[in-house]
């Protein structure tokens, strides 16, 4: 698992292609409900497309993981 700012979540790995694609189980620690996130990484021109899938979700906690996902991809680039 992982641990910033006091938050943690966890998974195992259920799929790795690389450098293509992983595959995850997702929960927040204290969470007793898994969900699953893919990651899908495609060559594009000089870069890279990336494409975040968070899904087995109910809509309430899609529609937080959203803003959530889009939070963290919108800082990326200033990591790169």
């Known amino acids: 698992g992982i641990e910033a700012d006091g938050m943690g979540f966890e998974g195992t790995y259920t ?3 690389p450098p293509h694609r992983i595959v995850q189980s997702w929960r927040w620690r204290g969470d007793d ?3 699953r ?4 990484l ?3 021109g000089d870069g890279t ?3 975040v899938v968070h899904d087995l979700l109910d809509a309430e906690t ?3 993981y959203k ?7 919108e ?3 200033a990591y790169l």
């Open 49 to 51: 497309d990336l494409a």
């Open 15 to 17: 799929q790795l292609d």
């Open 33 to 35: 409900r898994y969900s």
């Open 62 to 64: 899609a529609e937080m």
């Open 67 to 73: 803003q959530g996902w889009e939070s963290c991809l």
């Open 37 to 40: 996130v893919t990651i899908e």
């Open 75 to 77: 800082r990326l680039p």
């Open 42 to 44: 495609k060559a594009a």
